[in-house]
């Protein structure tokens, strides 16, 4: 049997939902979208079936749409996808962010 390995953007996305006490993303009627700190947005679907985002983008199942500054940064699988590759938004910036959110929203639960 073959194990997935999910990528960490995907992870630190999962580590962030939880840390708000967000769950069953799966069981919303559409994705859960998030202002991860002033630049980085996301979207997630976390249901089997394509759902569309407040932006009207087709989110394949278990996927995030990924915006910086306002403008389209990247899908997101379980898997990898493809995100900017610039000096201020790219895949490390990415994660940081979410892991920063992360850290603020663990501490405000404290």
């Known amino acids: 049997m073959k ?3 999910v990528c960490e953007a995907f992870v630190r996305m ?3 939902a939880g840390a708000l006490g967000v769950s069953r993303i ?3 009627p559409g994705c859960w979208e998030h202002q991860v700190d002033a630049k980085w947005w996301i979207s997630v679907n976390g249901s089997k079936d394509l759902r569309r985002n407040s932006d009207g983008i087709e989110l394949s199942p278990f996927s995030m749409a ?3 500054n306002g ?4 899908i997101i699988d379980l898997a990898g996808g493809v995100i900017a590759a610039g000096e201020c938004a790219n895949e490390d910036t990415f994660i ?3 892991q920063a959110a992360t850290q603020a ?3 405000v639960k404290a």
Request: charged share 25%; glycine share 4%; net charge negative.
């Open 96 to 98: 940081a962010a979410l």
């Open 26 to 28: 799966n069981e919303l």
């Open 3 to 5: 194990v997935l390995e």
């Open 105 to 107: 929203a663990s501490e």
């Open 66 to 68: 990924v915006k910086f």
């Open 14 to 16: 999962a580590e962030l």
């Open 71 to 74: 403008w389209p940064a990247g």
